[in-house]
Nanobody, 124 residues
């Protein structure tokens, strides 16, 4: 009942910035939280950031704190991930996700809906 489509990925040099977008459609009002995860080849999916629909709660992984910022525009049904000071280890496919049950959600199992992913590559 919720569809998510990521965009904004690409290739950037270390220290650069990218802004990812996730457009939601369907019953977006049922989403209590939106989150970003990433997955590098051969590795498990990793939590990046999440924000409740109300904006009251925000969470970041330790690896991105101070560099990434998650934001939501509920009127546009869109969640963003601003990524600054990018490092090669940030290279991964980034996925957005929506949780219908949890306002604070940092685990993949807490999310019901997932986008198709967008590739982010950080290299010189």
């Amino acid at each position: 009942q919720v569809q998510l489509v990521e965009s904004g990925g690409g290739s950037v040099q270390p220290g650069g910035s990218l802004r990812l977008s996730c457009a939601a459609s369907g019953r977006t009002s049922s989403s209590q939280a939106m989150g970003w995860f990433r997955q590098a080849p051969g590795k498990e999916r990793e939590f990046v950031a999440a924000k409740s629909r109300s904006g009251a709660t925000t969470s970041y992984s330790d690896s991105v704190k101070g560099r990434f910022t998650i934001s939501r525009d509920n009127a546009k049904n869109t969640v963003y991930l601003q990524m600054n000071s990018l490092k090669p280890e940030d290279t991964a496919v980034y996925y957005c996700a929506a949780s219908s049950q949890f306002t604070t959600a940092t685990m993949p199992s807490m999310y019901d809906y997932w986008g198709q992913g967008t590739q982010v590559t950080v290299s010189s």
